[in-house]
């Protein structure tokens, strides 16, 4: 063991967690900001996590015990595993070598898979519902996001998100690539908001159907590290994206010749800036003007139009790589 | 054989409900296959309060039955007793009630959009839609002082006058609304998530709002011509040529989902706004009083004997105050209140049988439940906390009903 990796497995999940609730803060404060409202501080997320760490852990009485204790470590150990698969910019993504995007995909799938369990494991009926919807929600929206992840396979001959980052994916496909790299955005920006559990497809949380469903019978302890994975998920997922699909560099857009720590530090900055904008256009604007939709009607979406533009990407993709 | 169906307690308390009430459903799926409501957890006894209190004290007591419509209740009040005094408001006072009872409409109307806005997980619609209900509040306020529970009717009359700079309030206000009910009905009805969210969803149709006798909106989505504005005017009403709002006016067909009341109840704001107007334009000159002095008052409803019924078309849909003046006591001897939720709820049963878990809000919603105000009974456990039965209870009732008979001298 290095001590480059010693820091990284150490410093990586910290510098996520905080930059996941950052980010959550102010996604709260935007948000709050457009409906007219002052919103809480940018720090609140914190503050949140720090009063559930300290508040008792109640186990429902027909709760399974050990699921439901068990899944909340499995959604936050996957969420802080997914932490080191992200090139930051520049640096190098600190598990790089040992998988790619399609372990990111199961990383991803699991989290939402750990809360589905934990819904079923607690036993109230507003979680087994939520599970249920979740269960339904992620069969539809996995089958667009896989094919998005073909579509970048099939582009690099690689399924290695570093080789991805190195060169942006708009300078090496022609214009029919192009067209197709741009409905895998518009799709991958549908899966975005059910990827992430938030509005318009929160349908397996809505407060008020079934009272916040899979999470219904948390608290304590266990409810924060569900916040956790939840604030860093989000992270995650907006830095992929980035990764895909805007990856120019500063030194890229504007020439600049920086070298050394400067470089590090300025790329790294610039990349938590475009996941920012990212983050407030596809998370906090979307959630903020959109209402609920009802579990078949999403399905329908995934399962029907999403699915087609994905395809539809592939297929153009697919020619001119052939 | 594994267990298929999950037994989902909505209620007494859930964020789908404002107040308390029981919605026991068992559920497939997402598919409801067996559904229950119980009611009667917000039963206060305030008719029996009432009937222990004066007539002007059992005013005030009318307008604590409903925490939103703080007019309804007393204007159905005042109409049941100055029917059964035989006394008449004053032209001017008709007209001043007409605008409070129109401005409560508006308001009510507004808070329900940005209700069911909530329930189907549009918060930033519901704080815009607030945030414009403010401007009626705030006209509420400058006119009888307070922003809820008002304390402006009085019987035979209204207790403050409307001066000048309230006329001018409340024609800056009506511009403005005519303004937000304009962006209100681009928002709501032309949103498609909205659409899609409502569309079809707590359908009743004109056989099932019959049978079901409901009310207000609620019918009048349903495409029944009901309104007791239009049926039984009253007060300034009776000047205007009022007709119901019904869908099929509107765009051809009542369909009597959730969409249509949404529509019934955008264009009722509409209306109000209109009636506001007229009255502003009409109001009469004079008193405000029948009569001025409440001892005076007071001693002529000691002194009358007689019954009557008030009716009043409240937002949710028509209330219904029953009195009876013995001549004994300066307050109602026996007082009667039916709220329109009341009937309303008869609707959620069948609504929700075979519909989905993610409708139950917007079926629970979609007629504006108040449970304060539908509460009539509630159910009588004895020591051991066994249910007394019904027939016990009919039993000490039809006691307790001789009883009363006989302390009033009621001959049959």
């Known amino acids: ?322 | 054989m594994a267990k298929t169906t999950y037994y989902v307690p909505i209620g007494p308390i859930h964020p789908a409900l404002k107040e308390p009430i029981r919605v026991e459903a068992e559920v497939e799926g997402e598919r409801i296959v067996k559904v229950d409501v119980k009611r009667g957890f917000a039963h206060r006894g305030i008719e029996y309060m009432g009937m222990k209190r004066n007539a002007i004290q059992t005013l005030y007591l009318s307008e604590r039955i409903c925490g939103i419509c703080s007019i309804s209740h007393p204007y159905a009040f005042v109409i049941g007793s100055e029917k059964a005094l035989g006394i008449e408001a004053p032209p001017r006072a008709q007209y001043i009630r007409t605008i409070i009872a129109e401005l409560e409409r508006i308001h009510s109307h507004i808070l329900w959009l940005g209700v069911i806005a909530h329930e189907i997980g549009f918060d930033p619609l519901l704080f815009w839609t607030w945030k414009g209900r403010e401007k009626v509040l705030d006209v509420l306020e400058a006119i009888t002082g307070n922003r809820i529970n008002y304390s402006m009717y009085m019987i035979g009359g209204v207790r403050r006058d409307l001066k000048e700079s309230h006329i001018k309030a409340l024609r800056e206000m009506i511009t403005y609304y005519w303004e937000f009910t304009e962006h209100m009905k681009e928002v709501f009805l032309s949103d498609p998530v909205y659409k899609a969210r409502t569309r079809g969803v707590a359908q009743l149709s004109k056989e099932m709002a019959l049978k079901l006798n409901v009310v207000g909106p609620t019918a009048r989505a349903a495409g029944l011509r009901m309104d007791i504005r239009q049926d039984i005017p009253y007060d300034a009403y009776a000047d205007m040529d009022i007709k119901a709002v019904v869908p099929q006016d509107i765009v051809g067909e009542a369909r009597g989902d959730a969409y249509d009341i949404t529509m019934v109840r955008l264009y009722e704001i509409e209306q109000s706004l209109d009636i506001i107007e007229f009255c502003l334009d009409n109001l009469p000159e004079g008193k405000i009083l029948a009569i001025p002095n409440y001892v005076a008052l007071l001693n002529k409803i000691k002194k009358t004997e007689g019954e009557a019924i008030g009716a009043h078309e409240a937002p949710r849909g028509e209330v219904i105050h029953y009195f009876k003046y013995d001549g004994t006591r300066d307050g109602p001897a026996v007082w009667k209140v039916i709220a329109p939720s009341y009937n309303n709820i008869n609707s959620w049963a069948p609504l929700l049988l075979g519909a989905e878990v993610a409708d139950i809000p917007v079926v629970v919603a979609y007629i504006d439940p108040c449970m304060c105000c539908n509460d009539r009974v509630a159910v009588v456990k004895d020591s051991s906390g066994r249910i007394l039965d019904y027939s016990y209870l009919h039993r000490k009732a039809v006691e307790k009903t001789k009883k009363l008979e006989k302390e009033l001298g009621v001959r049959r």
Not at chain 1, 88 to 93: C, E, N, P, T
Not at chain 1, 141 to 157: D, H, N, R
Not at chain 1, 289 to 296: L, Q, T
Request: avoid cysteine; charged fraction near 15%; aromatic fraction near 14%.
């Open chain 1, 1 to 322: 063991m290095t001590p480059e990796t010693l820091f990284y497995a150490i410093g990586m999940p910290i510098i996520g967690v905080f930059l996941g609730l950052v980010y959550k803060g102010i996604d709260r404060r935007v948000s709050a900001r457009m409906t007219s409202r002052i919103g809480p501080p940018i720090r609140q997320p914190f503050w949140d996590v720090g009063k559930l760490l300290l508040k008792e852990t109640v186990v429902p009485e027909n709760a399974v015990r050990w699921i439901f204790n068990a899944m909340p470590i499995l959604a936050f150990a996957s969420s802080m595993t997914l932490l080191l698969y992200i090139p930051f910019g520049i640096l190098k993504a600190p598990l790089e070598g040992y998988g790619d995007l399609v372990v990111i995909l199961y990383l991803l799938t699991l989290q939402a898979l750990a809360m589905a369990i934990g819904g079923f494991a607690s036993g109230s009926p507003f979680s087994s519902v939520g599970a249920q919807r979740e269960m339904v929600l992620m069969m539809s929206y996995e089958m667009p996001f896989a094919i998005v992840i073909t579509g970048f396979a099939l582009i690099y001959k690689s399924f290695s998100l570093s080789t991805i980052a190195s060169t942006p994916v708009w300078s090496i496909v022609g214009p029919l690539g192009g067209l197709g790299v741009l409905l895998l955005l518009i799709a991958f920006l549908w899966v975005t908001p059910a990827e992430l559990a938030k509005l318009p497809f929160d349908i397996a949380e809505a407060e008020t159907e079934i009272a916040e469903g899979m999470l219904a019978e948390y608290s304590g302890r266990n409810l924060a590290l569900f916040y956790l994975s939840d604030a860093v998920r989000g992270f995650a997922m907006i830095a992929i994206e980035v990764v895909l699909f805007f990856p120019f560099t500063l030194s890229y857009l504007f020439g600049l010749n920086l070298s050394g720590a400067a470089l590090y530090i300025a790329e790294s900055l610039w990349f938590l800036f475009k996941v920012l904008v990212l983050y407030i256009l596809v998370v906090t604007l979307v959630r903020t003007s959109f209402a609920r939709f009802r579990i078949e009607q999403a399905s329908r979406i995934f399962w029907v139009y999403v699915n087609i533009i994905a395809l539809l990407g592939l297929l153009l993709i697919w020619a001119e790589v052939m």
